[in-house]
């Protein structure tokens, strides 16, 4: 029997994940990855949208591809590719690009977001488009389900959106696929700022915990999280968004939810909490972290590996961009 198809992935925009990523989207790949054919891809076109340097980009993308395995993805299994040595992405995006509207390009929060400090005027054109290429992502492989981090969640039903409008103009064509966000770790938020999501592009460095930092900075950024003064340990996201935090990466890195926590935690004072946090989220991030650094030194592997996925990859999306250029007149 076939399994149902699972597609996923992360930008190549930084040295190293951060908690968000693992939790809102790597670890719950690793546990779904059993059960579903799945596809986990590199998005090296969408990092492109912000300015980058090439070489650190080629570096950042082994580095990635590393993380994967490293946090469980099984590249024997699961196909870990790299968007661009896959050449559909970039013809979908443009076939669906002439179906989705101005306006409903134009209301995608993630582009307001990334324009907010810089202003529009110096934002590009492919980062407006960006939602139409991760359409295209997961419609060539005839995607059953999404995991990712609420944040993507607009995204996906852009994608559904799009698809829906694609079999209705031309004929059944894609599958229509649903997003998968977990419930505890949906979103992890900054520990200097708890307002606001963990992003690489925070302002300070210590509200972020990257799962290439070492062990001792990683506990040390954990201790020194923002809290605030009632001195209980519950969750409410209005009232104590730094606890309530801690307690979803606690039960994020643990698999005890967080009432569980709540009990456990009775009577206890912050420093104590913080502690626990803190051995948790090294207990697991550290071996992740090593592993990471040992397939790095191996960089000829990893590129034979991404290689031989690229065409796996390719057998599938090639297949698909021909149905949907045939069902547009273009063939
Ligand atoms: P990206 O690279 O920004 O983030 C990768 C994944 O990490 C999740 N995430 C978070 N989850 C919880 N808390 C956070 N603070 C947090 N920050 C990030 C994101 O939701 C995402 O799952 N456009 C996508 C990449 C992409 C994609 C795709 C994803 C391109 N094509 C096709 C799925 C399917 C992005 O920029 O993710």
Redesign the pocket.
């Known amino acids: 029997m076939t399994q149902p198809r699972l597609?996923?992935?992360?930008?190549p925009?930084s040295g190293s994940l951060?908690l968000?990523?693992y939790?809102?989207?790597l670890q719950q790949w690793r546990t779904m990855q059993g059960d579903f054919d799945a596809f986990f891809?590199i998005?090296d076109l969408?990092a492109i949208t912000a300015p980058q340097d090439p070489q650190v980009l080629r570096e950042q993308v082994r580095t990635l591809a590393a993380q994967y395995i490293a946090g469980g993805i099984d590249p024997e299994r699961s196909c870990l590719y790299v968007q661009s040595h896959v050449t559909a992405h970039a013809q979908l995006a443009w076939l669906l690009s002439t179906i989705t509207g101005f306006g409903e390009a134009s209301r995608m929060t993630q582009f307001k977001d990334k324009t907010a400090k810089g202003g529009q005027e110096s934002a590009s054109v492919g980062l407006f488009t960006?939602p139409i290429?991760?359409a295209a992502?997961?419609l060539l492989y005839d995607t059953d389900v999404?995991?990712?981090?609420?944040?993507?969640k607009q995204?996906?039903e852009l994608t559904r959106d799009l698809a829906e409008r694609f079999n209705k103009r031309f004929g059944s064509t894609f599958r229509q696929p649903k997003p998968v966000i977990r419930a505890e770790?949906?979103?992890?938020?900054d520990l200097q700022n708890p307002q606001s999501?963990?992003?690489k592009s925070a302002d300070n460095d210590k509200g972020i915990v990257w799962l290439l930092d070492e062990p001792a900075k990683t506990a040390k950024k954990i201790r020194s999280a923002v809290t605030d003064t009632e001195g209980s340990i519950r969750a409410d996201k209005v009232e104590k968004p730094g606890v309530t935090n801690l307690l979803g990466i606690m039960s994020a890195m643990t698999g005890t939810s967080v009432p569980d926590l709540e009990a456990h935690f009775e009577g206890q004072g912050y420093g104590v909490f913080k502690t626990e946090v803190a051995d948790a989220v090294v207990a697991e991030l550290a071996p992740v972290r090593e592993r990471t650094l040992e397939l790095l030194a191996d960089p000829a592997e990893l590129d034979r590996l991404l290689a031989a996925n690229a065409e796996r990859a390719a057998a599938v999306a090639d297949a698909t961009l021909r149905r949907a250029m045939e069902a547009m007149g273009l063939r």
């Open positions: 597609y996923s992935g992360i930008q925009s951060h968000g990523n939790i809102g989207a891809s998005v969408h960006y290429l991760m992502d997961i999404v995991p990712v981090g609420d944040d993507q995204h996906v770790g949906a979103r992890i938020y999501k963990m992003s």
